[in-house]
């Protein structure tokens, strides 16, 4: 039999390796909203939204002043905020464009909307909300039909901002 994971499994947080841990504490508080719980030095911080011990760790350990990983290497894609609705994810892309990130994608995925960018270290963010799972669009045989169809930013970041 094959094992499977509970259905209350859940990613519990995100570590990434830093070039510059003042720049990346500076852009997980300004950017994406976190507060820092803990630090350890100037070699690594923990960063979270209300009040849980840590949705992302960051760290130099193995890193500091490191380069970019090039295009064609493995690593991570992207880690990906999900806000709890659209507004909330309106606000969040705001700020993200207010504080001049650019922005790499955005897609309407069908059980999702998101929104993509780097951080300073070229690690890929998505920030997302979920639709309802009774509005997430299926195939025939009941299987999820996720897309990539085109995502009207301004719409969406002014829901947030009204």
Do not use: C
Not at 16 to 35: C, M, P, T
Not at 75 to 84: D, E, Q, S, T
Not at 87 to 116: C, I, K, M, T, W
């Amino acid at each position: 039999m094959t094992y499977k994971a509970s259905p209350q499994f859940r990613i519990g947080h995100v570590h990434l390796k830093v070039s510059n841990l003042e720049r990346s504490i500076a852009f997980y508080q300004d950017v994406i909203g976190l507060e820092v719980t803990q630090t350890y030095g100037d070699q690594a911080a923990f960063m979270s939204a209300g009040g849980y011990h840590h949705h992302i760790g960051l760290n130099t350990w193995d890193s500091r002043d490191g380069t970019t990983p090039p295009n064609g290497s493995t690593g991570l894609y992207h880690a990906a905020f999900l806000y709890p609705d659209r507004p909330s994810l309106g606000r969040a892309v705001a700020n993200v464009q207010a504080h001049g990130v650019a922005l790499s994608g955005f897609a309407d995925h069908g059980v999702s909307e998101a929104v993509y960018f780097d951080d300073p270290d070229g690690n890929g963010i998505e920030m997302y909300h979920d639709r309802s799972p009774v509005d997430w669009p299926r195939n025939a045989d009941g299987s999820l039909k996720m897309g990539n169809a085109p995502l009207n930013l301004q719409t969406l970041i002014a829901e947030g901002v009204a």
